[in-house]
Structures are given as C-alpha cells and as structure tokens.
C-alpha cells in the first residue's frame, strides 16, 4: 500500500510560481514511477506530467512542456511539480499518482492517488 498526501497548491495571479509536493509512505517508493493529474469541475481527469521510478525519464503534456517540470527525492518520498508561467487555464485540482508500470499518460495505469491540491489561477 501506498498513500500520498499533496500539498503546495494555492491562489496564484497569472504568470506566477508554485511548487506542488507530493510525500509517499512505504518504503517501496522507487518501485513506482509517480505522475501528476489535474481535473477541473465537469471534464475528465487529464495527464499532466510523470516520472520514472529513478527520475531519469519524465514526459509531460504538450500544454505544460517548457513550465512545469517534475522530479522526485527517492530517499525523501518525495515527488514534486514546479509550475511557473502560471495561466487561468492551469486552474484545476491536481492529483499525485502511483503507478507499478504501463503507461504514463493514462489514468488506468495508476494504482493510488492521493486526496489532491487546489490550484487556482487569476487573470
């Protein structure tokens, strides 16, 4: 079993800076690669970015490539998402997620979630 707790979000004007955090139990965390999904009120829970389990390999989705950046501190359990050139449109809940293999961009993939962390964005 795996839990993760968020935190890090907040109320930020466009074109500022947050940093997501993402802490672990367990001491198999390296045995999972570990992504960040966001989900706004009424749409479909939508892939951000991941990271493989050694945190050589990260991809991220097209709209936050150049502005988000994921990485993770195995020996800390630690994942996080730096986001800076904020948007409205980066307005969403966004959750830490857990996944023991297969893809990165789908939510199937991933096994535990965590309770996520508001981000809100203003113009």
């Known amino acids: 079993q795996v839990q993760l707790v968020e935190s890090g979000g907040g109320l930020v004007q466009a074109g500022g800076s947050l940093r997501l955090s993402c802490a672990a139990s367990?001491?198999?965390?390296?045995?999972?690669?570990m992504a960040w999904f966001r989900q706004v009120p009424g749409k479909e829970r939508e892939f951000v970015a991941a990271?493989?389990?050694?945190?050589?390999?990260?991809v991220y989705e097209d709209s936050v490539q150049g502005r988000f950046t994921i990485s993770r501190d195995n020996p800390r359990n630690t994942v996080y998402l730096q986001m800076n050139s904020l948007k409205p449109e980066d307005t969403a809940v966004y959750y830490c997620a857990a996944s023991p293999g297969g893809s990165y961009y789908s939510p199937l993939s991933y096994n535990y979630w965590g309770q996520g962390t508001q981000v809100t964005v203003s113009s």
């Open positions: 990271i493989s389990r050694t945190g050589i390999t990260t």
């Open positions: 367990g001491r198999t965390f390296n045995s999972y690669a």
